[in-house]
């Protein structure tokens, strides 16, 4: 079993719908991060959450931290939020910070 | 503009050669690090380095070499020792101490 599972592997929906990702870890972290990758390849970091929630934009991750698990949605989702969303956590490890991914899930949005 | 560049982009190369992958930053991070990503799995940690002169083996380090010679620089040398090296590479860098990563654009290898 991964260290970090994410779900749904693939998710297409209509533009506007409402987008929800679900990210599950079983290791202790100091920090979870979503990413954005663009078909390119470049990666972006969206948020990086120890607790609670963050929105910027039409972008919202939350964390419960007991249960180990992360959402990040979407509101009045785009074709141009068309990406791969990861979710990876982080840790320290002999003074390294060290970033453990999940598999990522492919977003389209259809117009 | 700060940032951490890649290149090239796209690489071909002939089994059985050794290719060297650049990257650069110019964060002033101490921390760098290489990931591979193949299809349909999450990036796996190639080797990182926290300070110059110094580099650590990550999780599937064998068939690659690296070094540090100076801050700003962290190339890395896939061997042909490295059974499937067709891959895309990344490379990230992070202030020490500092949770957040910042990832280069990636370099697709391709050996033929």
């Known amino acids: 079993k991964n260290e970090v599972e994410q779900s749904p592997q693939n998710l297409t929906a209509q533009e506007g719908e409402f987008i929800t990702i679900n990210c599950s870890y079983s290791?202790?972290?100091?920090?979870l991060h979503w990413l954005q990758q663009h078909p390119g390849g470049g990666i972006v970091s969206l948020f990086m959450?120890?607790?609670g929630k963050k929105k910027h934009g039409r972008l919202i991750a939350t964390i419960n931290i007991q249960e180990k698990h992360s959402s990040l949605h979407i509101t009045a989702s785009h074709p141009r939020d068309s990406a791969v969303y990861i979710c990876?956590?982080?840790?320290?490890?002999?003074?390294?910070?060290?970033?453990?991914f999940g598999q990522g899930t492919r977003l389209t949005i259809n117009p | 503009d700060g940032g951490i560049t890649q290149s090239p982009k796209y690489l071909f190369r002939k089994e059985g050669q050794n290719v060297t992958l650049s990257c650069e930053q110019n964060l002033n991070h101490d921390a760098m690090y290489w990931y591979r990503q193949d299809p349909g799995q999450g990036l796996r940690l190639i080797y990182y380095s926290q300070i110059v002169n110094d580099f650590q083996k990550g999780d599937i380090a064998e068939g690659y070499s690296v070094s540090r010679e100076k801050k700003e620089s962290f190339p890395l040398t896939v061997t042909s020792a490295q059974k499937n090296p067709t891959a895309f590479y990344l490379c990230?860098?992070?202030?020490?101490?500092?949770?957040?990563?910042?990832f280069g654009p990636g370099t697709r290898l391709t050996v033929l």
């Open positions: 990876a956590v982080s840790s320290v490890e002999k003074g390294a910070q060290k970033l453990v």
């Open positions: 990230a860098s992070s202030s020490q101490g500092g949770n957040e990563q910042f």
């Open positions: 959450l120890s607790s």
């Open positions: 290791v202790g972290i100091s920090a």
